[in-house]
């Protein structure tokens, strides 16, 4: 009997392995998952019944893979980490919605480590990161955004099976992805070399899969439904209570039922513990599922086996601010993507992506974009960045790892 190729990172689990097996294979050879939700005898982490939804990574990273070849935004790690089959061209109205999606979240990024306290270290943790690149974005903004690069410590958190699937990816493209300068990979020890991969690696003590474990960016394995197993996780990679912290959620949430999202929201806030520091939630996702349009989206994605969970719980924007504010965060703002674009996007912008693409579409884009919010909740008033735009797209000028 041959041996697993995914078995040094997936562990002994044949659900994980079988799994990625599965993401290994272009759409259309894979094997058809469950759209009736819930299924019948489902489980909270049933691996395989979780495979529509953990696939939705695949989907939205190939859309961002391709708006960085058509030039929407820089983004020069993307293609390492992406496999080419997802990467086919959508409509133009999709290209702009991923567009925005992505900036959105860059600019919440920027927002704050401009608004941190400035005498603690940056943290930031992406939750249901699935291939997003930000942490090599972030790192490569530090410097333009008046941070060191060395201040920073960025975790990734989702699911066993892509987390295991992205650090084994890291380490093949490892030249491709990082400049190894003394900055990044140097510790007091030497204890760190990034060509002895298992010097790059910790075993994830829950699932029992690879995490890559560098000293400025880190994966974890975990089922984030599992509040305390959340914790746990994060924790053994080396969470910093006492730091400025950030916790970006891109249409993540949305996809757990309400109680489970209500508990990461709150466990969240309550990891960080410092006052004088800066912790901070920003949350992409859908939103007014009774109108139309929403209906028609919420019964595209239920088909597709990828119910968006928590939408008639927190139905409107307002009904997400008090949802915040009441699971323990201040101040809490969020607009809808059509008014984010208003409030930030520079007038030179629109008419550089303007002659990107034709869109004909426009006030199905707009209808689109109304069914979408960016939330901003903080332990403190923030400062806005307005449309200064230089901070719509983020000029990258170092593409060191």
């Not at 306290?117 to 955004?145: H, K």
């Amino acid at each position: 009997m041959t041996s697993d190729p995914h078995a040094d990172f997936f562990g002994q689990d044949p659900q994980l392995q079988q799994l990625g097996d599965e993401f290994d294979k272009p759409p259309e050879e894979r094997t058809k998952q469950v759209v009736a939700w819930p299924p019948p005898g489902y489980r909270t982490g049933d691996t395989l019944l979780d495979a529509p939804v953990q696939a939705t990574h695949l989907d939205a990273a190939g859309a961002k893979a391709v708006c960085a070849d058509l030039g929407y935004f820089q983004d020069p790690w993307i293609r390492q980490i992406v496999p080419a089959y997802v990467c086919g061209r959508k409509s133009p109205i999709m290209h702009r919605g991923y567009y925005l999606r992505n900036v959105a979240m860059r600019l919440k990024v920027e927002q704050f480590i401009k608004n941190s306290n400035p005498s603690l270290p940056i943290q930031i943790v992406d939750l249901g990161a699935g291939l997003n690149t930000m942490y090599f974005y972030t790192s490569a903004m530090m410097e333009q955004w008046g941070r060191k690069r060395s201040d920073l410590l960025f975790f990734e958190v989702d699911f066993p099976v892509i987390i295991a699937k992205k650090t084994k990816t890291i380490l093949q493209k490892r030249s491709q992805l990082f400049k190894f300068d003394e900055l990044i990979f140097d510790k007091p020890s030497g204890t760190v070399q990034i060509n002895n991969a298992t010097e790059c690696t910790v075993r994830n003590t829950v699932h029992k899969v690879e995490q890559l474990k560098l000293p400025f960016y880190r994966l974890c394995a975990t089922d984030m439904r599992q509040s305390e197993e959340f914790k746990t996780v994060l924790n053994e990679q080396g969470f910093n209570a006492m730091a400025n912290t950030l916790f970006l959620s891109e249409c993540v949430l949305i996809y757990m039922q309400p109680q489970y999202g209500d508990a990461i929201i709150q466990q969240c806030r309550e990891l960080s513990l410092n006052p004088t520091a800066l912790t901070m939630f920003a949350t992409y996702e859908q939103c007014n599922p009774d109108t139309s349009f929403g209906r028609m989206m919420v019964k595209n994605l239920q088909e597709r086996g990828c119910p968006l969970m928590s939408i008639h719980e927190y139905k409107t924007i307002e009904d997400q601010i008090n949802r915040y504010k009441k699971l323990g965060f201040s101040e809490c703002k969020a607009i809808s993507i059509n008014e984010h674009v208003k409030q930030t996007m520079s007038d030179a912008e629109k008419v550089r992506i303007g002659k990107l693409e034709f869109l004909d579409e426009v006030e199905e884009l707009n209808l689109f974009l109304d069914h979408y919010f960016l939330l901003t909740a903080s332990n403190k008033e923030l400062v806005e960045l307005g449309k200064d735009g230089a901070g719509v797209v983020g000029t990258i000028t170092s593409t060191t790892g």
